[in-house]
Each structure stands twice: as C-alpha cells, then as structure tokens.
C-alpha cells in the first residue's frame, strides 16, 4: 500500500478483555516497529522486527502483551487480560531496510482505551 | 543509553515569523543520526528533518532548517514563516546504532501557530 496502515483507529475494551492490533506495512518494508505513546507523551519503543524475526522485545511492558510478524509483513500486537494502564495509541513504523539513516514510515495508530 | 530531552512543552508564534524549538540529547556514540518529526492531530508521525552526525553542515528542508551543535549534544530545529499548517507536537528522536534502530523520542513540544 502506499502508507503503513493501522487498524483499528479506536479500541475500547473492558478491563481483562484481550485485544489484537493490526499493522500493514509499507509493501517490502524490511523492519517494522511497536511504540506505545501514553497521553501528552513521545513514544516508547515496545518491539522490533526484521521480517518475520522478533529482533528485540525489550519494551514490551509485560507478559500480556505479545507481537508477531509470521510471514515477515503484516504484524499483530495482542494485549491479554487489558489493564487501565494499557490505554495509550499504539504505533507502527517500518522502514526500507535497516541502518540508523533509514526513515520510519509512521501509521496512524490505534488508541486503545480500557475501561 | 541514549537519552532525548526537549525543554519546551508548549510553544507558540505568529504566523509568518521564526520559531526555534530545542532538543538537547546524550550519546557515546560518535557517528549517529537525528531526526524531527511532526505529529499532527491525526497522530500519524512525519519526518520533518535528519541530520548525520558527521555532517558539519546544517541540515534543510524548505522553511525547516537544524541548528547541530556536536560538542553540546544539542540539536534544535528552526521553522522560517510559520504556517497554520506547522501547528502539530514535535518530537526530536535518535535512532540505536546499526541492528535495531528503535527510535528514542523526547517528550516533545507543542507548537501552536497564532493568525
């Protein structure tokens, strides 16, 4: 496509409900990227994946939440058993390749609000 | 670790005047890149502008022009005749060396345009 796509653009979940965020990367995109942005805040980097392989997961906050990438484009980031403290837009990135010159294409993101 | 700070949480300027918008950083790295990106009210992240450490020359583009001090790890970003359309939060980001370039972001700078 011609922009990394996210969806969906709003969530609500009740607390402990289990939800699954989509991102459509740019088409060859090599690395795509999760951040989690709170209100009035930047983003902070939750995983990172070089087509279908989880590079680095260090971000991600808890045991609840788990990502993947199984054929190395579309990626699903799932939150299990939702707390208020997960409500924040999750973001997408990807870029071309990698290397730290390498623009991130950002989606729109998803807000997910728990409540 | 790296880190990114920006001092300015909101800022404002006529239309049509110059504002310069701060980022100072913290690296052990010495060749790295810089970036500025915008997020407008639809939340969708785009590069404003990047810098390559090793680059003694201010990086521009258009209205958009970088203030790279090396020595002071400081990083600020000049917008020439504001525009309504400037009106977004800013966000100074610093991309991990070669391998995963998971981006580090500031906590940003709102910036309001007054006609």
């Known amino acids: 496509g011609a922009g990394v796509s996210q969806s969906p653009r709003y969530k609500v979940a009740k607390r402990g409900q289990d939800v699954a965020l989509r991102c459509d990367p740019i088409?060859?995109?090599?690395?795509l990227f999760w951040y989690q942005q709170a209100l009035g805040q930047g983003p902070e980097f939750l995983t990172y994946?070089?087509?279908?392989?989880?590079?680095?997961k260090s971000g991600l906050p808890s045991d609840r939440f788990f990502a993947e990438r199984p054929e190395g484009s579309v990626s699903t980031l799932k939150i299990q058993r939702t707390q208020q403290e997960d409500s924040a837009v999750y973001l997408c990135?990807?870029?071309?390749?990698?290397?730290?010159?390498?623009?991130?294409?950002f989606g729109q993101g998803t807000r997910l609000t728990v409540v | 670790a790296q880190t990114v700070t920006q001092s300015q949480p909101e800022m404002s300027v006529q239309e049509a005047e110059t504002v310069t918008l701060s980022c100072t950083y913290d690296?052990?790295?010495?060749?790295?890149?810089l970036f500025w990106y915008k997020q407008p009210p639809s939340r969708q992240m785009i590069l404003v502008i990047r810098q390559e450490a090793y680059k003694q020359q201010n990086a521009t583009e258009n209205r958009f022009s970088v203030n790279f001090q090396k020595a002071a790890k400081s990083f600020s970003l000049k917008i020439s005749d504001s525009q309504l359309g400037d009106a977004a939060m800013y966000f100074c980001?610093?991309?991990?060396?070669?391998?995963?370039?998971?981006?580090?972001f500031g906590t940003g700078t709102r910036l309001t345009i007054i006609p």
């Open positions: 690296t052990s790295e010495s060749d790295y890149y």
């Open positions: 994946f070089q087509n279908e392989a989880q590079l680095d």
């Open positions: 980001a610093f991309p991990s060396n070669f391998g995963n370039e998971k981006l580090t």
């Open positions: 990135a990807s870029s071309l390749a990698y290397g730290p010159q390498l623009v991130a294409f």
């Open positions: 088409s060859g995109h090599v690395s």
